[in-house]
């Protein structure tokens, strides 16, 4: 079992800066894929950065180039530096796992942390 923990988050006004942290506790070894997804009002949840163990990430369109992921794997921790805000990014953010354990797949979610980006 792997705990996902998220910190950071809040208010900010359009064009700031916010930074998000996530620490996995429990069993993180085997862990490929980190990362965070967010989830607006009314709409399902989406992706907004991976990065798996080896480094490689994956951005959604709308955040390439203004958004940061980053990861440490000796403690479990992944990040995510969000730059240039805008009001559309205002959003519950979830930190995501994904542990391979003997060819069985595990899939992680955080409790999500509030980032309202204000006009």
């Known amino acids: 079992q792997v705990r996902l923990v998220e910190s950071g988050g809040g208010l900010v006004q359009a064009g700031g800066s916010l930074g998000l942290s996530c620490a996995a506790s429990g069993s993180i070894f085997s862990i490929n894929i980190m990362g965070w997804y967010l989830e607006a009002p009314g709409k399902p949840r989406e992706l907004v950065a991976t990065?798996?163990?080896?480094?490689?990430?994956n951005y959604a369109d709308s955040v390439k180039g203004r958004f940061t992921i980053s990861r440490d794997n000796a403690k479990g921790t992944v990040y995510l530096q969000m730059n240039s805000l805008k009001p559309e990014d205002t959003a519950v953010y979830y930190c995501?796992?994904?542990?391979?354990?003997?060819?069985?797949?595990?899939?992680?979610w955080g409790q999500g942390t509030q980032v309202t980006v204000s006009s």
């Open positions: 995501y796992a994904l542990q391979v354990v003997d060819a069985v797949t595990f899939r992680y």
């Open positions: 990065m798996t163990a080896g480094g490689t990430t």
